[in-house]
C-alpha cells in the first residue's frame, strides 16, 4: 500500500499533543544539560529560569515547525509530490497452528 501526505494541518499541528512532546523534550534536555544559572540567583529564580528557557525553546520549535509544514503545503499545492510512504502488510502467525 503506497501513502502520501499532501497536505498538513496546521492548526492540528500546534493544537495537538504536538507541543506538548516538544514541552517533555525540552524538560528532559533541560535536565540532561543545563542551562547556565546566575551564581548569586536563589533557588526559586533558578526554577523560574528553568521554566521560562523551556517554554521559550517549546515555542521556538513550534514556530518552526508550523513554518516547515507551510512551506511543505505551498511546494504541494505548486504540484510538487509529497513525501510517500510504502507500507506492505503483514500476516500474522496463529498460535493455535503450534
Not at 76 to 92: H, L, N, P
Amino acid at each position: 500500500m503506497k501513502l502520501e501526505i499532501r497536505k498538513i494541518n496546521l492548526p492540528s499541528l500546534a493544537l495537538s499533543a504536538y507541543p506538548l512532546v516538544l514541552f517533555a523534550l525540552a524538560a528532559v534536555r533541560a535536565v540532561i544539560l543545563p542551562y547556565d544559572m546566575s551564581p548569586e540567583a536563589t533557588l526559586m529564580q533558578s526554577v523560574l529560569q528553568v521554566i521560562l528557557q523551556v517554554l521559550m525553546e517549546t515555542a521556538a520549535m513550534l514556530f518552526i515547525s508550523v513554518v516547515i509544514a507551510f512551506i511543505y503545503n505551498l511546494f504541494c499545492s505548486f504540484g510538487i509530490k509529497g513525501i510517500r510512504f510504502d507500507i506492505a502488510e503483514v500476516e500474522e502467525v496463529s498460535a493455535q497452528g503450534e
